[in-house]
């Protein structure tokens, strides 16, 4: 009987066997990697149960990040403030405000204001800011125009291509270590005559790692 296939399609099942699993695995890596995160947490900018703005605070005002975020360099997390840091002031300015009636109430109670999260990593994510705050890393950078808004919102993807992309080539984003805090250094023009490599503050050249452990561990 003559066969109805030629002989090579028998190989056809084998060679599918082989390559769904394949382009199945391409399709998850293109998932994550170009599609999911990268587009869609920018923005994000969920509505605080208390109406303060950093426009006021950090820029008019211009009192510095870490004077509320105090343990950017000496934590993991960068702690949003107690309400006593709120009451330094509030104690005796606007103490009449029904816009600080629920800082006024927690003071009082004892219990936290329910500040939204903002920006939030999966828990398999490692995360550190004293590194990067160390290195020379600005807010600005990866939070960007904070004291410009009202109501903050969430300004670069926190992707895993986002993070690579400084990991593998970290220097134009490295500035002075007493800049980290400045919100106008990538507008400067001191920015342009600095070189880190010139540094003296600088002990060591930053290497962010690249390797999966580093930031899977
Ligand atoms: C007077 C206190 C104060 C100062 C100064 C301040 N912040 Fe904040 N910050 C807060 C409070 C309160 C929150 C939580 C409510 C909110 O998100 O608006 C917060 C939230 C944030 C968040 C979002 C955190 C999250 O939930 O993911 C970022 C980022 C941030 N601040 C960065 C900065 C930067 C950068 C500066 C300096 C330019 C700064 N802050 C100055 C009080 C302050
Ligand atoms: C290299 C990027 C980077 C730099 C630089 C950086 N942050 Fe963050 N920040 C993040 C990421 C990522 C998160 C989310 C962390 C998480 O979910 O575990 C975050 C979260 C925060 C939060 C929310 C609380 C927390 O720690 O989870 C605050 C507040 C904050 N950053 C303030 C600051 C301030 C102030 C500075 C400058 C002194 C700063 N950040 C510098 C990337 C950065
Ligand atoms: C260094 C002092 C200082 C600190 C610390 C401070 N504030 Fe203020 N806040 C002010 C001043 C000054 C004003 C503006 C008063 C005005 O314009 O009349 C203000 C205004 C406000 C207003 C607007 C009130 C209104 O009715 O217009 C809110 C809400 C507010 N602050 C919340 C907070 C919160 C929440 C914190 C803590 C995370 C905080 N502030 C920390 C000094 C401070
Ligand atoms: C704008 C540049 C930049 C971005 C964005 C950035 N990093 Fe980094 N990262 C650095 C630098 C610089 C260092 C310091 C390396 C050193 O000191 O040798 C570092 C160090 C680290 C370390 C090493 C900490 C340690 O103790 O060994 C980890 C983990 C890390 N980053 C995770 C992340 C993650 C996760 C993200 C994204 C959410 C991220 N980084 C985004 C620049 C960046
Ligand atoms: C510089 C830090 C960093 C390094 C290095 C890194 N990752 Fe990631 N990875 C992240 C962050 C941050 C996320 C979470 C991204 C998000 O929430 O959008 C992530 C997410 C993932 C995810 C989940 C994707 C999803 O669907 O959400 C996988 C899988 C992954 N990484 C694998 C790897 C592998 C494999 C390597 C080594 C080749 C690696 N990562 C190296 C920071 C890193």
Redesign the pocket.
Known sequence: MPAIFPRWTNKIPLALGVVTPLVGAFLIFAVWYWWSPLYTDVGYRPKQP????HA??AGD?G?DCR??HNTVESAPHAAV?PTQ??M???SQ??TE????AL?RTSFETGEA?PWVRVHMLPDYAFFDHRPHVAAGVGCATCHGRVDNMVVVEQAQPMSMGWCLDCHRNPEPNLRPLDQVTNMDWDDSPEKAAYDFKKDPERKRMPSPPVHCSGCHR
Do not use: A, F, G, K
């Open positions: 208390v109406e303060y703005s006021l605070h005002m009192i004077y509320c403030p840091t709120c330094n002031c509030h300015v606007q405000s029904p816009r600080l800082v204001i």
